[in-house]
């Protein structure tokens, strides 16, 4: 059986579930391809909260009670900016602030963001391979009934309150795709590409927005199976069940399926949404169900063990599929 | 009685004189000139250890047992930084790191040090003026038996361990005074200055190396007093004894006073050097006794008191001691 593996994640629940991965998969086989579109520098550093969500998940250093950040945070220097009257309205945990000040130090010194990523990871001792999707700035900005926004200053700032109307992704036009980001699409050892329970919107399109990146999915040589971020009509975390309502999309695992549609082989949802009219299900594409929500590091194991399972029979349907013309016509198989 | 009072200031001994006087003067009437030399960019952040050692102590902020950086402290940056394989020689507390940050932040946005210092200062409730010697770069470098360093590197990470042989201050030729400081020496209504017990060689000779600084000493209207910063032939804290033993100086407060000799009108010894003979005594300054060791704040205030006790009898002493060509000749007076 093939061996490598390719997450595309987002944030906290993706993270989560690439750390589910790295509890059954070598370090080496294991790639997360992380959107950066939601980076953006604050009080003069280079912040990357998806890279740093999956970094600590991976490490071990995820806040299993707040969702995000580092477990055993302080919080000294937030009161001090306060107390100071500098912005506060990003918190900012002085472990977490080290990540930042050494990421930024080191890219000041000439350091592409996935060099410094890979070299942070190793030291906290992560031995998947975590690749930014690009090294060059892409940044997602909201278009909102108030206007134009940057997407820290809409999801943080903002609380996700103005009523979206579109997303663009800056710099994604002249973004190059991080060369192991590709290497790793196109590994002809790929097992299985997993697009994670990610926001569709802001988590996974922005990778995808990247020139090439969309065509080295398409013409992986492994099934591509995306994770529900909606669970029972509901996001797990974040705005996605937000915005499919505010994008005139229906509020379910079954939307962000037809989302992908084209572009997947399977889309798991979980086994509380089996109740779903099977017609729903989008051509081509099989639907699998399984319990997703991941409350602690079992689950996440246990559910990466499932998706995981998937990848040979859908490798074998592949190639009986290719013949009715399914997803990929892939040129090289 | 003339109302204003300036102090030149290095680090912490100076910052506990400065804060003893903080507690005796209105705001508007004391302003400190602190020493620039030691400022260094760490982790991509500005930091300005004796301006920040005054701030926090005029703030009530000063930890006294360690005796730098903030009370309250927490070190979870450093613990992080140093998992990342970080540079941790240099120690910055959670909180402190807000100062550094947010200094960092606002000078990028082109405010000058003084400015933000003022800022920063004026939110932790500090009345007293605060200000940089200069708002250009000034950096004191030591040549040492291994080499010249960079006064951080010598004074923290390589623990004043090398042999001095002499101090250079870098830049300090082409920077121009702080127009507040100048303007500070030169108000008509100075009623003092002091020379904090600071270290003379790294804390006061830069301030004094700045162009114009040192003739705006000479002809202040007001007399000059320096407080030791040796007792019983030791350095209170840092290297001042060991840097007169490698400077050919006698290690007592006699020698810092001679240094000083032509600058100041009186020196200010600790009660336990009262033995040592008169003769030491340099010519036209006159040695006065106290207790000069601020353990607590108490001890600061009675110590400031003491220092503002000998402004007049010293400025009646002068104006005999200017037809007698004592220390400053002010074509002025």
């Not at 890279?51 to 009670?65: F, K, R």
């Not at 477990?71 to 900016?81: D, H, K, P, Y």
């Not at 190793?122 to 975590?130: E, F, S």
């Not at 602690?296 to 559910?303: G, I, V, Y």
Request: hydrophobic residues 45%; charged residues 25%.
């Amino acid at each position: 059986m093939n061996s490598r593996v390719v997450a595309l994640s987002g944030g906290v629940g993706g993270a989560k579930l690439v750390q589910g991965l790295s509890q059954l998969l070598d370090g080496a086989a294991l790639t997360a391809i992380v959107n950066t579109g939601d980076d953006f520098e604050h009080l003069g550093l280079r912040i990357s909260p998806d890279i740093d969500s999956v970094v600590y998940a991976l490490a071990g250093l995820d806040d299993p009670e707040r969702g995000w950040g580092r477990c055993g945070e302080s919080w000294t220097f937030m009161a001090a900016l306060k107390a100071l009257g500098g912005p506060t309205w990003f918190a900012l945990g002085d472990g977490d602030l080290a990540l930042h000040v050494e990421r930024t130090r080191r890219m000041a010194e000439g350091a592409t963001l996935g060099e410094v990523t890979q070299q942070l990871a190793r030291a906290l001792g992560v031995r998947a391979r975590v690749v930014p999707m690009s090294d060059d700035p892409v940044r997602t900005r909201v278009i909102t009934d108030e206007g134009e926004l940057g997407f820290q200053d809409y999801f943080v700032n903002r609380r996700c309150a103005p009523r979206i109307r579109s997303l663009r992704f800056e710099g994604a036009d002249r973004a190059r795709a991080h060369p192991e980001a590709l290497e790793a699409l196109s590994a002809p050892d790929l097992r299985l590409v997993i697009v994670c329970p990610s926001n569709p919107f802001v988590s996974i399109e922005p990778i995808l927005a990247v020139p090439g990146m969309r065509a080295a999915l398409e013409s992986a040589r492994a099934p591509v199976i995306a994770v529900t971020p909606i669970i029972g009509g509901r996001a797990v975390k974040g705005p996605a069940a937000k915005m499919l309502a505010e994008l005139g999309l229906a509020v379910s695992a079954r939307a962000v399926a037809r989302h992908y549609s084209g572009l997947i082989d399977a889309f798991v949802l979980d086994r509380i949404d089996e109740q779903e009219p099977a017609a729903d299900a989008p051509a081509g594409m099989r639907l699998v169900y399984a319990d997703t929500l991941m409350r602690d590091r079992d689950d996440r194991r246990r559910l990466a063990a499932e998706v995981l399972s998937l990848a040979e029979p859908l490798a074998t349907e592949a190639v009986s599929a290719h013949t009715h013309g399914a997803r990929r016509p892939d040129p090289r198989r």
